[in-house]
């Protein structure tokens, strides 16, 4: 069992600018997992904000020792000691956690949604995002994503109703908003999102900080629209405590170490009778490919990080009017470009 990794530079079709941060190249980490003929692919996109870069991947994926098992099919134990090394590496994590599937399904002659017994016709659309910008760049965006349904529009900044208004001029398709933490005020928050309600806004992703828990809940209970958790999830163990805050959690692969735990999210926010929506980073085919997968147990997908992209090195899940098109090919279905 080998695992090797390489850097790639993904260049954004526009600068992608969110409430705290702006960016022109994501930079990312593709794994090769080989063992037996078979090799699996697998993906790292780092966040800053949750301790992660293109530097600290790699030192972590050095310090995993195949050879203590016996066969990539124990996947199981293999991603609990994996997971054990260090806290934290969450999209280093993912990134074997999805090549070790990649080579199950290929070991198997499988893609991964018939593991599951899903029917990938069955999968949610998804949205596709309109950073924050100037009205002209947002007007022009808007209409290169005519053919998507769903737009998700980031706000947050001090150009919300501008952003909204711009959108609204142009298109009265549905909207979700993601507020990525910007509105400080509680006050402020529930003045917005009572102005969203009247502009056919189908729900709101992380309006205020994840620190302020007791914020989101009083802002929850006062709430026209659905509140999804974005920063405030992570992983598993944090579902439970954001039942009475959200209506629902956006699982990102990369910050909950792939899809075995995202599997386990789903099936824990079902029981809390909470929304699931898939998100991503901006990522290859190879993660988007590996959320699509999970695409008929969602109920929202915001997969839309290789469309943002010009150079997306591999082929895999196609995105068609938002509508996610796996393949029949096994495993992830994905496949490096020439
Ligand atoms: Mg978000």
Redesign the pocket.
């Known amino acids: 069992m080998k695992l090797t990794w390489k850097q790639y530079d993904l260049h954004l079709k526009h600068t992608f600018r969110?409430s705290r941060s702006a960016s022109d190249v994501a930079k990312v980490i593709i794994v090769q997992f080989e063992h037996n003929g078979i090799i699996g692919y697998g993906e790292a996109s780092p966040t800053k904000r949750y301790g992660e870069s293109v530097e600290t991947i790699p030192q972590f994926l050095q310090k995993i020792d195949f050879s203590r098992f016996d066969s990539p099919l124990q996947l199981e134990d293999i991603l609990n000691y994996a997971d054990a090394i260090e806290q934290g590496n969450t999209s280093a994590k993912c990134a074997v956690d999805l090549a070790l599937h990649d080579w199950m399904g290929k070991k198997l002659n499988i893609p991964l949604y018939q593991l599951w017994g899903l029917n990938p016709a069955k999968s949610a659309k998804s949205s596709f995002t309109i950073a924050i910008d100037s009205k002209e760049v947002v007007e022009q965006k808007v209409r290169e994503a005519e053919e998507f349904p769903i737009l998700k529009v980031k706000v947050g900044a001090d150009n919300d109703e501008e952003m909204i208004n711009t959108i609204r001029k142009i298109t009265d398709k549905v909207l979700y908003v993601?507020a990525?933490e910007g509105w400080k005020d509680k006050h402020l928050a529930l003045e917005r999102i009572k102005w969203l309600k009247d502009q056919n806004v189908e729900f709101v992703?992380?309006p205020m900080p994840s620190a302020q828990l007791d914020d989101i809940k009083w802002l929850r209970d006062k709430s026209d629209l659905p509140l999804i958790a974005?920063?405030s999830v992570l992983r598993l163990q944090e579902i439970p405590k954001l039942a009475g805050a959200f209506d629902g959690i956006?699982i990102k692969l990369m910050k909950c170490t792939g899809l075995r735990e995202a599997m386990r999210m789903i099936n824990t926010a079902r029981a809390l009778n909470m929304k699931i929506m898939m998100?991503c980073m901006i990522e290859t085919a190879v993660g988007i490919s590996a959320g699509a997968h999970l695409g008929p147990l969602l109920d929202y997908a915001?997969l839309d990080g290789n469309v943002l992209i010009s150079d997306d090195p591999f082929d895999g899940v196609r995105n068609i009017k938002g509508e996610l098109k796996l393949n029949n090919n096994p495993g992830l279905g994905v496949s490096l470009k020439d």
């Open positions: 969110i993601d990525n992703e992380q974005d920063e956006n998100g915001d």
